[in-house]
């Protein structure tokens, strides 16, 4: 499975940008999706997931409001639409994905995934 993500860039704050991750391999298979960002000299964090039907999401605290993770099953395509950025938001997005599980809620951490794509730039201008 790859998963293939885009949309990144440079954005003034207040700005809004649309990343989008396709995962690609596994045909007839719904994934569980989440979106992680990765700071210069910081740790990887949670933003936002989504579980495998698209029927619950989930997230970190300073997206909540201003970001909105969405799913197109048919498609096996998530998106990031980020609105009202802020300098602070700047870093690597990275997609996640794992199949086979069906859960009602989105997964959070890491290390539930299986699948992680090769990252894109947003950065914010103040």
């Known amino acids: 499975v790859q998963l293939q993500a885009s949309g990144g860039g440079l954005v003034q704050a207040g700005g809004s940008l649309r990343l989008s991750c396709a995962a690609s391999?596994?045909?007839?298979?719904?994934?569980?999706m989440g979106w992680f960002r990765q700071a210069p000299e910081k740790e990887r964090e949670f933003v936002a997931a989504i579980n495998w039907s698209g029927s619950s999401t989930t997230y970190a605290d300073s997206a909540k409001g201003r970001f909105t993770i969405s799913k197109d099953n048919a498609k096996n395509t998530v998106y990031l639409q980020m609105n009202s950025l802020k300098p602070e938001d700047t870093a690597v997005y990275y997609c996640a994905a794992v199949a086979g599980h069906y859960s009602a809620y989105p997964f959070i951490a890491g290390y539930e995934y299986t699948y992680w794509g090769q990252g894109t730039q947003v950065t914010v201008s103040s």
């Open positions: 391999g596994r045909s007839g298979t719904n994934y569980a």
